[in-house]
């Protein structure tokens, strides 16, 4: 079964740790995505990656991290730098960052406290 | 800057009826992409439908269909024969044909009475 896993579903940190979000597909996908999604508000884009070794900031990337060594992952850290890491978080993948169609994992939920 | 208004915060249809989701854009680029998903309480999100903004048809994929009126700067979706499943948020996006910028609007929560 292809698809996109985000492990685990529900993720709890203390105030000042950081946390690493894995994200893998085993869909052959070039392109990969994380966005950030808040309560009542649409998806922002953290970073994306367009190949292997290659990432982009997108328009909130302040606080996190990223790194593409494997075509398959892309992990995603919440630093302690980042003021409000408490959200739902959505990995997503597509052929090449030109297709229109991009495929999205479940999501990890992050509460900080 | 690329942006996305979708005015409706929730809506209600009744099951077998057709609803429609508004959403209006604003782009400076010539060519892009609107795009509509659907989130379910389970939070994954499902790609519904796609608009290139050179195509001159609207958009069908069974049931859902994009109502595309480019002067007018609108990509409302539209939903006939209303299903209970169909019960769900709703985020209206676009996407410059560069692909390296996505965005999305704030979603229509979408409610079905049986």
């Known amino acids: 079964d292809g698809g996109i896993t985000q492990s685990p579903k529900y993720l709890f940190r203390k105030e000042g740790q950081n946390v690493t979000l894995s994200c893998e597909q085993n869909?052959?996908?070039?392109?990969m995505y994380w966005y950030r999604q808040d309560p009542g508000q649409g998806l922002r884009l953290i970073y994306y990656?367009?190949?292997?070794?290659?990432?982009q900031k997108g328009d909130i990337a302040e606080g996190y991290s990223v790194s593409r060594e494997k075509k398959e992952s892309f992990p995603l850290t919440v630093t302690s730098a980042q003021k409000n890491p408490t959200a739902f978080y959505l990995c997503?993948?597509?052929?090449?960052?030109?297709?229109?169609?991009?495929?999205f994992g479940p999501g990890t939920r992050l509460t900080v406290t | 800057a690329q942006k996305i208004t979708q005015t409706q915060p929730g809506m209600f249809v009744q099951e077998k009826e057709a609803v429609t989701l508004d959403c209006t854009y604003d782009?400076?680029?010539?060519?892009?992409?609107l795009f509509w998903y659907k989130q379910p309480s389970s939070g994954e999100m499902i790609f519904l439908i796609y608009?290139?903004?050179?195509?001159?048809q609207n958009a069908t994929e069974g049931r859902y269909s994009l109502n595309f009126q480019k002067a007018r700067k609108s990509a409302n979706l539209v939903i006939s024969a209303s299903q209970l499943g169909d019960s769900a948020m709703y985020f209206c996006?676009?996407?410059?044909?560069?692909?390296?910028?996505?965005?999305f609007g704030p979603g229509t929560r979408l409610s079905v009475l049986p």
């Open positions: 997503a993948s597509s052929i090449e960052v030109l297709s229109y169609e991009q495929y």
């Open positions: 869909l052959n996908h070039d392109a």
């Open positions: 990656s367009q190949i292997v070794n290659d990432f």
């Open positions: 782009t400076s680029d010539q060519s892009y992409g």
């Open positions: 608009q290139g903004s050179y195509d001159e």
């Open positions: 996006a676009i996407r410059d044909n560069y692909g390296q910028n996505f965005v």
